[in-house]
T-cell receptor, first 115, second 116 residues
Framework: AQSVAQPEDQVNVAEGNPLTVKCTYS??????LFWYVQYPNRGLQFLLK??????LVKGSYGFEAEFNKSQTSFHLKKPSALVSDSALYFC?????????????FGKGTKLSVKP | EAQVTQNPRYLITVTGKKLTVTCSQNMNHEYMSWYRQDPGLGLRQIYYSMNVEVTDKGDVPEGYKVSRKEKRNFPLILESPSPNQTSLYFCASSSTPGTGINQPQHFGDGTRLSIL
């Protein structure tokens, strides 16, 4: 069965420091992976995706993610965190067990960036 | 502006009183989906639709109905709401992955339902 895990409920980072939000996955086919961000009182916004090709994917707002097939991971990273990056982050993977278009979401990681 | 619009944004109602949450998208997307978000559980899919008149159950469909009579609209219906349906609901849409590659989903801003 397909699944995605975000092992940390919360990540705390000081502004200006690098940040990493972790995600691991389990899929039966090629891993199509996504990161979304949710700001308070808003819906999820797409950040970036990995389909194929370069293992380092660049996305919106200076975020990037590194795909690691051997570790089945897709960690979200940013070299220098901003207070405005504080939000809820979701990792998602294509659902091969369901219909095309369906995604399976992790439980989310709350990122808190302190000044 | 490309967007997914949900209404209402907030609703407090009572057990058993039928309600409908509307969802409309202006991107001509074939695929639409409803999720509920609960603390500690992330997003769980309720129903989805691959195109007009094509709907299917997600992971938590009990107590919900949907319809897809037009491409742009995908309402969520609670025929007899109960307190365990108190949650934050999101509608999302995306273009159909003709090549089998998922396209990013666009989300509405959410509907917070409280069933007393």
């Amino acid at each position: 069965a397909q699944s995605v895990a975000q092992p940390e409920d919360q990540v705390n980072v000081a502004e200006g420091n690098p940040l990493t939000v972790k995600c691991t996955y389990s899929v039966s086919g090629n891993p199509y992976l996504f990161w979304y961000v949710q700001y308070p009182n808003r819906g999820l916004q797409f950040l970036l995706k990995y389909i194929t090709g370069d293992n380092l994917v660049k996305g919106s707002y200076g975020f990037e993610a590194e795909f690691n097939k051997s570790q089945t991971s897709f960690h979200l990273k940013k070299p220098s965190a901003l207070v405005s990056d504080s939000a809820l982050y979701f990792c998602a993977v294509r659902d091969y067990g369901g219909s095309q278009g369906n995604l399976i979401f992790g439980k989310g990681t709350k990122l808190s960036v302190k000044p | 502006e490309a967007q997914v619009t949900q209404n209402p944004r907030y609703l407090i109602t009572v057990t058993g009183k039928k309600l409908t949450v509307t969802c409309s998208q202006n991107m001509n997307h074939e695929y639409m989906s409803w999720y509920r978000q609960d603390p500690g559980l992330g997003l769980r899919q309720i129903y989805y639709s691959m195109n007009v008149e094509v709907t299917d159950k997600g992971d938590v469909p009990e107590g919900y109905k949907v319809s897809r009579k037009e491409k742009r609209n995908f309402p969520l219906i609670l025929e007899s709401p109960s307190p365990n349906q108190t949650s934050l609901y999101f509608c999302a849409s995306s273009s159909t992955p003709g090549t089998g590659i998922n396209q990013p989903q666009h989300f509405g801003d959410g509907t917070r339902l409280s069933i007393l």
